[in-house]
């Protein structure tokens, strides 16, 4: 019945019930000794007491021991090894022949296997939903970025343009019958305002979406790019299955952004892109032989990454002092 209290028995600090617990195997050897001094049965309840202390310990302490370790699999690993011990000491003092604990201690390994997959598919999981929802909110923010800078660029561009030849028509129409040289001149101005205007436009619609991009693909539009720059460019474009327009844009927008740093920053004499699907991916990889230094947190960079990593992708950027740079992206084409 003490025995049985004993191992219920959860008041006090881990020091206490250690130095009670060492009390009463103290008691029992001495009972013993002072009684037949025969086989020592104390060893008996000193195992189970002992097995109770290592128990206590590893639900305490355990965890903060193991921290590379989840918690509950720090604790499960403990237990799993106090009982390994406490099924060898039953043998030990028993036959010492064929090892039985195997089988137990066997059952222990397998739990805490399955335990851990499980607690590391979970965490896996986990993470890759924080990822994902990180970098869902990236990609919102950069579509927010990007209406303002479209708004930006209509309000002081063309809705400024078409302002003024609303302005320069409505002069005309007044000069018309009165001053016709001078109404042909403001004719003349607002043509070419409309010429600006339209041009504005189109330079909104290729940085929105390109339409060669829509019309004849990656490969026709990268090379549209490659022949804006002045740099040398050379294209190499792979991809036998054309992929969705979401990874379509965002390949396309990892090429234009990379030759425009190239273009500001590197003093580049050569760049090379590379666009190919390697196992469900589309990689695209552009080299320059610059001066390299390339910050990958940049405004620019980093809301490459931010575009890519929505399509559950990844954007790295290798930029050794001295060059070259290589900005590589992965897009699953499945996105």
């Not at 195997?25 to 009684?35: G, K, Y």
């Not at 397998?110 to 993470?127: G, K, M």
């Not at 302002?163 to 007044?174: D, H, K, N, P, R």
Request: with cysteine; glycine share 10%; charged share 25%.
């Amino acid at each position: 019945m003490l025995m049985f209290r004993l191992l219920l028995w959860r008041g006090g600090s881990f020091e206490d019930r250690a130095a009670t617990y060492g009390g009463v195997a103290l008691l029992l050897t001495v009972i013993w000794a002072v009684t037949s001094r025969g086989y020592f049965w104390p060893e008996w309840p000193m195992m189970v007491l002992g097995l109770r202390l290592a128990a206590d310990w590893v639900i305490e302490h355990g965890a903060e021991r193991v921290p590379e370790l989840p918690p509950a699999l720090a604790r499960q690993a403990g237990l799993s090894v106090a009982g390994a011990v406490f099924f060898t000491l039953v043998w030990a003092v028993t036959s010492r022949g064929y090892y039985w604990p195997i089988w137990p201690i066997l059952g222990l390994v397998v739990s805490f296997v399955v335990r851990a997959a499980d607690s590391y598919r979970d965490r896996s999981s986990r993470q890759r939903i924080s990822t994902l929802e990180t970098t869902r909110a990236g990609a919102v923010e950069q579509q927010e970025t990007e209406l303002e800078r479209i708004e930006r660029d209509l309000h002081d561009g063309a809705q400024a343009r078409l302002v003024a030849l609303g302005m320069s028509l409505g002069m005309a129409e007044q000069k018309l019958a009165s001053d016709p040289a001078a109404a042909q001149e403001l004719l003349a101005e607002a043509r070419r305002g409309t010429r600006e205007a339209l041009e504005e436009l189109r330079r909104l619609a290729r940085g929105i979406h390109p339409p060669v991009l829509a019309d004849r693909g990656l490969g026709a539009a990268i090379s549209a790019l490659a022949d804006r720059t002045p740099l040398n460019v050379n294209v190499a474009v792979d991809v036998p299955k054309r992929p969705s327009r979401a990874v379509e844009t965002a390949a396309y927008f990892v090429a234009a952004e990379a030759l425009a740093n190239t273009g500001k920053h590197a003093k580049a004499s050569q760049v090379d892109i590379a666009v190919r699907q390697e196992d469900g991916d589309l990689v695209v990889e552009i080299v320059d032989d610059g001066n390299g230094g390339a910050d990958p947190n940049g405004s620019g960079l980093r809301g490459l990454a931010r575009r890519v990593e929505a399509l559950d992708g990844s954007l790295v950027v290798d930029s050794p002092a001295g060059g070259p740079t290589t900005i590589r992206a992965v897009i699953p084409c499945g996105s």
